[in-house]
């Protein structure tokens, strides 16, 4: 089974898991396995050869952790094709020249950690319950949340060091939302802490750094 996958490196890595050796695993180990870590760089410094294309054989993961990889729309079709899939997160990701949306259906959290060129009609994943991104804290970059689809089940938003000028699109982007947590950003509207209190929505009390 493991001769279809493209990535040596992910090859050593589920053998470990299952604790078998390469020419033993079949198809049915590789469903067994629920959580993966993939980095383009290990604790050495040295490149991987990861590829994302390798996840479609996991057909159980249930939690994918991605560091360093430039995503491709090919990477979020793989993304999205993963039945079982309820936790992702991407952190120092590129997402240059991308068309398509994590859409994932089954999708629960995403976690977006100083991801590069990110927008956020990248995300379209109608069931998320938690979502956080986290930008660069020296260059406090604006984020347009005008692209940003409306989550009726999401429960937590976080948005750190961002520069957020339209507070209200938030507001009527997470109409359910139970946690907002703005710390390090940066708001524009003064009134938002009393919209929000009036839908009983907790606020981070460090999150509002106002531009005016």
């Known amino acids: 089974m493991l001769e279809n996958l493209k990535s040596q490196d992910f090859k050593n890595d589920i053998s470990k898991i299952l604790n078998k050796n390469i020419f033993e695993i079949t198809e049915d180990d590789l469903k067994n396995i629920t959580r993966i870590s993939l ?7 040295k490149i991987t050869d990861y590829q ?7 057909n159980g993961l249930k939690e994918c952790s991605l560091s360093g990889f430039e995503i491709t729309d090919q990477d979020i079709s793989i993304i999205n094709d993963l039945p079982e899939l309820e936790f ?8 240059k020249l991308i068309s398509k949306s994590i859409n994932n259906l089954k999708l629960e959290e995403l976690y977006l950690d100083k991801c590069i060129d990110f927008s956020l009609s990248n995300i379209n994943s109608s069931n ?5 991104i986290i930008g660069f ?3 406090m970059n ?4 005008n692209d940003l689809v409306s989550f009726y089940n999401m429960e ?19 109409p359910n939302v ?6 390090g950003s940066i708001i524009d509207e003064k009134t938002v802490l009393e919209n929000l209190s009036l839908r009983n929505v907790e606020v981070s009390n460090e999150s509002f750094f106002h531009l005016h």
Do not use: R
């Open 156 to 174: 937590v938003l976080s948005v750190h060091n961002y520069k957020i000028e339209n507070m209200e699109n938030v507001i009527n982007s997470v």
């Open 128 to 132: 998320l319950k938690f979502l956080s």
């Open 137 to 139: 804290k020296d260059e």
């Open 142 to 145: 604006s984020i347009n949340f």
């Open 52 to 58: 994302i294309s390798d996840l479609k054989y996991l």
């Open 39 to 45: 980095s383009k760089e290990n604790i050495f410094g």
């Open 88 to 95: 992702l997160s991407l952190d120092f990701c590129s997402f």
């Open 178 to 183: 139970k946690i907002l947590n703005l710390d």
